[in-house]
């Protein structure tokens, strides 16, 4: 499945953001999928999970409650409601398929989508 994130921008602290990951291929709905991040000079870090029906989700502390992942999978989409923004929030953001506990399940990541939040 090739993916594509898009819905990043500019915003000050305290925004919202809607992210959304475009999913190509028919075997979308059978995948656990995630968000990572990756913000200057740091790792790529896992942020939130979502189980292949929507059931069962799972977030990062600094992230839970403020965030809020989703999925369609009629829309082969899934998506990152991203609320009270911080800052710290300001990374590129990678949607892939994943174990629900956030294990990327392929070393292959597409270009992203900048977040930037201002002070």
């Known amino acids: 499945v090739q993916l594509q994130a898009s819905g990043g921008g500019l915003v000050q602290a305290g925004g919202s953001l809607r992210l959304s990951c475009a999913a190509s291929?028919?075997?979308?709905?059978?995948?656990?999928m995630g968000w990572f991040r990756q913000a200057p000079g740091k790792e790529r870090e896992f942020v939130t999970a979502?189980?292949?029906?929507?059931?069962?989700?799972n977030y990062v502390p600094s992230v839970k409650g403020r965030f809020t992942i989703s999925r369609d999978n009629a829309k082969n989409t899934m998506y990152l409601q991203m609320n009270s923004l911080k800052p710290e929030d300001t990374a590129i953001y990678y949607c892939?398929?994943?174990?629900?506990?956030?294990?990327?399940?392929?070393?292959?990541w597409g270009p992203g989508t900048q977040v930037t939040v201002s002070s």
């Open positions: 892939s398929a994943t174990t629900i506990d956030g294990v990327p399940l392929y070393d292959s």
């Open positions: 291929g028919r075997t979308f709905s059978s995948f656990n």
């Open positions: 979502i189980n292949w029906s929507g059931a069962v989700t």
